[in-house]
């Protein structure tokens, strides 16, 4: 979060915080380079999709779509992790393979490489504080930059992976995560797999074709992972939206520091929301001067890390980075060993999914004990102080309440003694 504002008034910011569009909401928002480049290997253009970078991603998304399923590469990763290595050299189109190898270390290499220079212009920014228009108004769409529960997100794109991104505003990004979804699973045939396997009918997951089933893992779990923090990283740019918007107001505004008789002091405490914005406006729809409304947000002092991010605690600073991956890694080993065990590739990825989420998660849990809460826990983000006419108290907290606030207080008057 900006601690400051930009001091150099007459320099326009050159780095930006983030984009609100009819095509959805990017950010620049730091993230862990290692994690970013196991994203790519696990598939190219995951990494660059991680950091913002979707046009990167989307080109490195087809790449691997073709070239992979030219070279038949999925099948031989299968076929040489059951032990039959002839099969799987048998399989290999070598010309498709030698050109698969330059393009996949690159994409390892530059979304490490992204990742770094976006920390930095991470850094920049804050520096800066460049302002984000917080709406986009269009012809196609109306955007707003509002709150949004991580975990929604996430659920939806558990469902169908693409509409977790949808409800959080990525529009593009959730119709191009959508239209691959569905086309790997047609070529597949893993929708009709899936509804024998839960039927009971394993012997029908013969049907499956491996090479395309295998693409499945990897990008279901990214989906989830993708929704969720993407809508973490649009519900921190919404507070930095509103923080820089409160500091800037209360600087053009004269504030009044003197209190009579017949005015009356009031605190009250919010989260950032668009509420904030709405109990402003209604104290000065009672008559409050603009300048007797003193709204700032406040610097929280907690640092723990937290594993489980909410709608009203979303720092980016929770630990399921580890538990994805590994449950990316046990689901695409489920489905491979699958295709030979009894109950097929559908349950036993999904087995894989579960598990390795649980044990990364205890791997993380077991490295960062002492650095961790388990739940992200409310936060008192915002303080108004209203300076107004006694008789307008029961109003204002009247109004104070209907804008969910988290608490208020009334001054009490201050005898001052003159010795």
Same mark, same amino acid.
């Given at each position: &979060?900006? *601690?400051?504002?930009?001091?150099?008034?007459?320099?326009?910011?050159?780095?930006?915080?983030?984009?609100?569009?009819?095509?959805?909401?990017?950010?620049?928002?730091?993230?862990?380079?290692?994690?970013?480049?196991?994203?790519?290997?696990?598939?190219? #253009?995951?990494?660059?999709?991680?950091? #913002?970078?979707?046009?990167?991603?989307?080109?490195?998304?087809?790449?691997?779509?073709? %070239?992979?399923?030219?070279?038949?590469?999925?099948?031989?990763?299968?076929?040489?992790?059951?032990?039959?290595?002839?099969?799987?050299?048998?399989?290999?189109?070598?010309?498709?393979?030698?050109?698969?190898?330059?393009?996949?270390? +690159?994409?390892?290499?530059?979304? +490490?490489?992204?990742? %770094?220079?976006?920390?930095?212009?991470?850094?920049?920014?804050?520096?800066?504080?460049?302002?984000?228009?917080?709406?986009?108004?269009?012809?196609?769409?109306?955007?707003?930059?509002?709150?949004?529960?991580?975990?929604?997100?996430? =659920?939806?794109?558990?469902?169908?992976?693409?509409?977790? @991104? !949808?409800?959080?505003?990525?529009?593009?990004?959730?119709?191009? $995560?959508? =239209?691959?979804?569905?086309?790997?699973?047609?070529? =597949?045939?893993?929708?009709?797999?899936?509804? *024998?396997?839960?039927?009971?009918?394993?012997?029908?997951?013969?049907?499956?074709?491996?090479?395309?089933?295998?693409?499945?893992?990897? &990008?279901? %779990?990214? =989906?989830?992972? @993708?929704?969720?923090?993407?809508?973490?990283?649009?519900?921190?740019?919404?507070? $930095?939206?509103?923080?820089?918007?409160?500091?800037?107001?209360?600087?053009?505004?004269?504030?009044?520091?003197?209190?009579? /008789?017949?005015?009356?002091?009031?605190?009250?405490?919010?989260?950032?929301?668009?509420?904030?914005?709405?109990?402003?406006?209604?104290?000065?729809?009672?008559?409050?001067?603009?300048? /007797?409304?003193?709204?700032?947000? !406040?610097?929280?002092?907690?640092?723990?890390?937290?594993?489980?991010?909410?709608?009203?605690?979303?720092?980016?600073?929770?630990? !399921?980075?580890?538990?994805? &991956?590994?449950?990316?890694?046990?689901?695409?080993?489920?489905? $491979? +060993?699958?295709?030979? !065990?009894?109950?097929?590739?559908?349950?036993?990825?999904?087995?894989?999914?579960?598990?390795?989420?649980?044990?990364?998660?205890?791997?993380?849990?077991?490295?960062?004990?002492?650095?961790?809460?388990?739940?992200?826990?409310?936060?008192?983000?915002?303080?108004?102080?209203?300076?107004?006419?006694?008789?307008?108290?029961?109003?204002?907290?009247?109004?104070?309440?209907?804008?969910?606030?988290?608490?208020? %207080? $009334?001054?009490?008057?201050?005898?001052?003694?003159?010795?």
């Amino acid at each position: &979060m900006p *601690h400051q504002k930009f001091e150099s008034g007459d320099i326009k910011p050159r780095y930006s915080k983030g984009k609100i569009s009819v095509f959805g909401i990017n950010s620049v928002y730091p993230r862990t380079p290692w994690i970013v480049a196991w994203w790519s290997a696990a598939f190219p #253009g995951f990494g660059h999709m991680f950091v #913002g970078k979707y046009l990167h991603g989307f080109i490195l998304i087809i790449w691997e779509l073709v %070239v992979n399923e030219k070279s038949n590469l999925n099948m031989g990763i299968a076929l040489s992790f059951l032990g039959r290595f002839e099969e799987a050299k048998a399989q290999l189109n070598q010309d498709w393979c030698l050109l698969y190898i330059a393009v996949y270390v +690159y994409c390892i290499w530059d979304s +490490y490489r992204c990742a %770094v220079e976006i920390n930095k212009s991470h850094v920049l920014a804050e520096v800066e504080d460049a302002p984000i228009a917080p709406s986009d108004v269009s012809f196609f769409d109306v955007v707003i930059l509002d709150k949004k529960n991580p975990w929604v997100g996430m =659920a939806w794109s558990a469902f169908t992976p693409g509409l977790g @991104q !949808l409800y959080g505003g990525s529009t593009i990004v959730g119709t191009f $995560i959508l =239209a691959w979804w569905i086309f790997v699973c047609y070529k =597949a045939v893993a929708v009709r797999a899936w509804l *024998h396997s839960f039927l009971g009918e394993f012997s029908s997951t013969a049907m499956v074709d491996w090479q395309w089933f295998l693409f499945l893992p990897s &990008m279901y %779990v990214f =989906a989830i992972y @993708q929704a969720y923090t993407s809508v973490n990283e649009s519900n921190i740019l919404f507070d $930095i939206e509103q923080i820089r918007f409160l500091r800037v107001r209360a600087a053009n505004l004269n504030q009044l520091n003197t209190i009579d /008789n017949e005015v009356v002091q009031i605190i009250a405490t919010f989260e950032h929301s668009p509420f904030v914005e709405m109990a402003i406006h209604d104290i000065e729809k009672l008559g409050v001067p603009s300048q /007797n409304i003193v709204a700032l947000p !406040l610097e929280n002092l907690e640092s723990q890390a937290h594993i489980l991010d909410s709608i009203h605690r979303v720092d980016g600073r929770s630990i !399921l980075d580890g538990a994805m &991956m590994c449950g990316t890694i046990f689901a695409v080993l489920g489905a $491979i +060993y699958g295709f030979v !065990l009894y109950w097929g590739p559908i349950i036993w990825g999904l087995l894989g999914l579960a598990g390795g989420f649980f044990l990364g998660l205890a791997i993380e849990l077991a490295l960062n004990r002492k650095k961790l809460k388990v739940f992200a826990s409310r936060k008192s983000e915002v303080i108004i102080e209203v300076t107004c006419n006694a008789s307008l108290k029961n109003e204002l907290i009247k109004a104070l309440k209907s804008r969910k606030a988290m608490g208020f %207080v $009334i001054m009490p008057k201050q005898v001052r003694s003159y010795l």
